[in-house]
């Protein structure tokens, strides 16, 4: 059994993959049954919890014009197929008999099922109006009345409370600030000015601290311009009561207020009768549209019944036939030279056909020789895929490593490489990556530079510019050498641009040490030339006329100073003359 059920399986799936229709009335159908689903929860599950709503009438005359559509849907469905029997049998088509047989068939196991339905729908027309007038109504009645007389005798208890605190201000007139709650009155006082200002509270419990705030301003407008008196609020899960009058506590007007916190369960009770009190409104007010709702919600379950037995009839008279049409069609495709056409088993009964199908399938060997053929071109192409991406990426890893920056862009300034040498070059953020706009990516100084190597390489034409750029680092400035490449295809098209980034800046610190020692070199040959003639010509001068002049002296110290200035010359020549044979590193 369970052999046979994978067998069905797989001939329908085949059978659903093969014929468009099919598979496109099994999506019709499960789209339907879906609706259909969700409108039987939508009674069953919500219901009428959602009648509470002020929009409630609206959503059931919604779901009732969609039962209606459905219903013009199903409707059209089965017509569909019961004026395809009637072509069929005109045209005396094969197969035809035995699916009018099914078809009847069907329908008459299906007749109990349309007639539960029908009793359904019968039942709720003729048992709606009791159950909407029944008990229900009478316990929310009951419910409500005990509401307003929890409520009257709170407003009374209330007043009481006021009057009895009326009393008690007036005899303690002079004694506010130290006033206690007059004996056996618990209730939660509030006294305020004739300006609504906070004078003194006597607050009994922690609830009512918790709970209790100062009147609205529209509490107070009501109280001066409609003299209410009496104010009901919602605050979280709790119903708020309070009570406020104007007194005169000596030539005073004050306002006294009375504040009681009802409880939870109190609340919780409250709510439930009048969300109860509103759905019985809206039931008894909607009875038709709801009793129309349900008997359509019937009506539509059996069109439905009908359509899938039809629907049935059919595909199971397609899995007799169908093998015969299949073969037939094949035959008449070889006739006409299409070498090659398979004919698949697809369901149970095909079976019986499988020797003379495996006798017309043997000439389609050609076929499979072909498809061997193009799994090795296709495997080769696969391979060769592999190789390409290996190469792709031992670029990448290179441009990864080198310490070359590389930036490659598209033909509209999208940076598709970003290497990270020139991340750490230009100080970018890590995670720029391709996709981007180089203006997104490049920070100010390197943006500046970039955009005008790509101005001139278009204005100019030329295949590469060169740059020099400072970055300044936390290290301190950066020498960095930048150069724009324009790509071109074989045609001659511009393909993008890729540009070069290198660290110059140990270069150029070599080329200034070079060019310093060059200066040094130079300078010492320069000033060394002309020393050793004068220290001469000045030991001479001393030794001619040194007993000769009359300021000796002077002219001692006047040659000494000579002699002693070309020494120290010559201390810095040699400093030179060291400077520039030190070699480079």
Known sequence: MPSRLKNLLKNYKELIATDSNIRNRMLAVVVLLFLLIVLVMFSMQQGFSVLEQSGSQLMVFVAINVNIVLLAIVFYLIARNLLKLSYERRRHVLGVNLKTKLITSFIILSLPAMGFHLFASFFIATNLETWLKGQQESMVHSAQNISEAYHNNLRKTMELQNLIWENHLEKNEGELSQLKPPNNIDADVTLYSENQELLKQWMQSEISQAYWSTPSLNNWYQLKTKDQTWFTEELEDRFIYRHIRPVSIGNRKLYLEVFFPATPYASGAINDIIAQDQNTRFLTESEDL???????????????????????????????????????????????????????????????????????????????????????TTNHLQESHRTLESQIRFVELVLENITTGVMSLDMNGHI?????????????????????????????????????????????????ISRNLVVHKKEGPVQVSATLLLLRNNEGLSAGMVCVYNNITEIQRLQRARAWREVARRIAHEIKNPLTPIQLSAERIHRKYAGEVSDDVALQQSTQTIIKEVQHLKRMVSEFSNFAKIPES
Do not use: C
């Open 290 to 376: 709801v009793r129309g709702y349900y008997l359509i919600i019937f009506l539509l379950m059996t069109l439905f019944i009908i359509f899938v037995a039809t629907w049935l009839a059919f595909y199971l008279a397609r899995g007799f036939v169908q093998p015969i049409e299949d073969l037939a069609l094949a035959t008449q495709r070889v006739s006409e030279g299409e070498l090659g056409y398979q004919v698949e088993l697809r369901g149970t009964l095909d079976k019986d056909f499988a020797l003379l199908m495996q006798s017309f399938n043997s000439m389609s060997r050609d076929l499979l020789e072909h498809q061997v053929a193009l799994d090795k």
């Open 416 to 464: 598709e490489i970003l290497n990270r040498s020139a991340k750490q070059m230009l100080q970018l953020k890590t995670g720029s990556e391709g996709s981007k706009h180089y203006r997104e990516v490049l920070e100010k100084e390197s943006l500046i530079m970039f955009e005008e190597m790509v101005k001139q390489i278009e204005n100019t034409k030329e295949r590469s």
